[in-house]
């Protein structure tokens, strides 16, 4: 583990900025992936293969939020380890581990998106063999963080090869896929759709690009300069006796840490169904009101296109079309009643 020895004892007060700024991290993301974890499981609605991936990746951010965050902040701040060998082998172990998940759950939701949008024909992913494509992900994620948990030390090479495997190597794939879809859905018509209610949907896809796109670049900010710290210490030891060398290491981490925390609040902003469970959840508040389009929102059927709240859930098409469709219904049916010689023809 990283060895900060005492000469890098910090005033009180710094440790109190800090301490506020790691728990912050840590509150945010517990509830907030917690939050989320409950709007996915709790609403037939929000099951799809999207969300469930959604699912794992939050259990990951919210699990190396609660065990790592507060450990990884006394351990950088103080320099000495508190918790015992176990843990501490733990330690080492879990993020590793929970970055791969969040990481290439990340890659299968671009994946997935890929293939939904420009090959929309092809069957999608059961539930069976989402679930499957998950179990494979932590167990290639265990595998990876294994020499973390089993040796004491790691030369740098292996800190690069991490690098590769979870950063470089995913965002490069979701790079690449993104594009593709991007310039599909921002630049041409998608393949194999000439819906009535096309660009109802076209609106929709656009979004669920646009949020996780959002979701990619804020994972990609936050662990860039950490993955640098390593590589760049790890090639040049003398920077580990630098003077500023602990603050730098606090922030950097800091910047991963909070990588945990952002999602939810991506989800809330960008997305009208998980808003409406945020809403739900925090109903109790004074600022915040539940409306009917949110209790809309996450009910396990859709409703009828006929009834009149329906107009929530589709899209401005499918509403003007609907309109039509009873102004015709409505005009027919006064015809009838008042028996007019060409009623047939209504």
Request: aromatic share 14%; glycine share 4%.
């Amino acid at each position: 583990m990283l060895n900060l020895t005492n000469q890098f004892v910090q005033p009180a007060w710094r440790i109190a900025l800090w301490s506020v700024a790691y728990i912050t991290v840590l509150a945010v993301a517990v509830f907030g992936n917690l939050i989320v974890i409950w709007v996915i499981l709790a609403h037939k609605r929000m099951r799809t293969v999207t969300n469930y991936f959604l699912l794992n990746l939050a259990f990951s951010d919210v699990s190396m939020a609660a065990f790592n965050t507060l450990i990884n902040f006394i351990y950088a701040a103080h320099g000495e380890w508190y918790f015992g060998e176990v843990y501490c082998r733990f330690h080492n172990f879990f993020p590793v581990t929970a970055v791969f998940a969040s990481i290439y759950s990340m890659t299968a939701i671009a994946i997935d998106r890929y293939m939904a949008i420009i090959h929309p024909l092809k069957p999608r992913l059961s539930a069976k063999a989402t679930t499957g494509v998950i179990v494979c992900i932590w167990s290639l994620a265990v595998v990876l963080a294994f020499p973390l948990c089993y040796f004491s030390t790691t030369r740098t090479l292996y800190h690069i090869i991490v690098t590769v495997l979870v950063y470089v190597l995913p965002l490069v794939v979701m790079g690449i896929t993104y594009t593709i879809v991007g310039v599909t859905l921002w630049g041409g018509k998608i393949p194999g759709d000439s819906s009535d209610n096309y660009h109802g949907q076209l609106r929709a896809k656009r979004k669920v690009v646009k949020m996780m796109i959002i979701v990619v670049v804020t994972f990609a900010l936050c662990w860039l300069p950490y993955h640098v710290y390593f590589i760049v210490t790890g090639l040049n030891k003398r920077l580990s006796k630098w003077k500023y060398i602990q603050q730098v290491y606090l922030s950097v981490l800091w910047l991963a840490m909070s990588s945990t925390m952002y999602n939810p609040i991506i989800y809330c902003c960008l997305n009208s169904r998980f808003r409406a469970g945020f809403k739900r959840v925090f109903r109790w508040c004074p600022f915040v009101q539940v409306s009917s389009y949110d209790e809309l929102e996450l009910r396990n059927t859709r409703l009828r296109p006929g009834r009149q709240s329906s107009m929530c859930t589709l899209s401005r098409v499918d509403t003007s079309i609907l309109s039509k469709d009873k102004s015709t219904r409505s005009h027919g049916h006064r015809s009838r009643l008042h028996s007019e010689p060409n009623n047939k023809n209504n």
